[in-house]
């Protein structure tokens, strides 16, 4: 089918006013709220439920439906955990989820010294995907997180070729490297 300008900017505005009644309380444009009103949590709690009747009536009656697959598995994982935290189904506290991590890193240990590379694998997404649920314990954004990460990895390797003074980095020994990487880290 075709769309119009006219049918796509309807449909957006319902939208928008559906799912937002702490700032269209009675569902129109002309019945703008006051910003200053309205708790974080309410809000949240307004939204979720307009989203779970939203998936009712596409016919999606599952709690975790509607999160898109096509996500980046970092953004994916956060929602899904997110969506999940919302119906009750989460660790009380940051040392839960803490645990947890310890727990997929034992697990993961112990597939390696099986040599399944296979199990291995679905260890190490398990591993992963209890690292975003720490995250979001601590409120931290894990794909910002790890870019910062491959930033600061590239800075300090970037470092770790000044101080080889010219020799091509696979002429060093591990140790040698190993060393020059330990000098960067001091230097910062």
Known sequence: GRFDF????TTITEKLLRRHPHVFPEGTL????????????????????LKKRERAEKGEIKVLDDIPIALPALSRATKLQKRAASVGFDWPTTAGAMEKVKEE??????EISLGNSTAIAEEFGDL??????????LEINPETAM?????????RFDQVELLAGGVELQQLSSSELELLWCKVKQSE
């Open 147 to 155: 870019r910062a990460a491959n930033a600061k990895f590239k800075r």
């Open 30 to 49: 002309e019945s703008i709220r006051d910003s200053g009103t309205g708790d974080v949590e309410g809000i949240n709690q307004v939204w979720e439920s």
């Open 6 to 9: 006219e049918q796509i900017t």
């Open 105 to 110: 890193i034992a697990e993961l240990e112990v």
């Open 128 to 137: 992963l995907f209890s690292c975003v649920n720490l995250a979001r314990h």
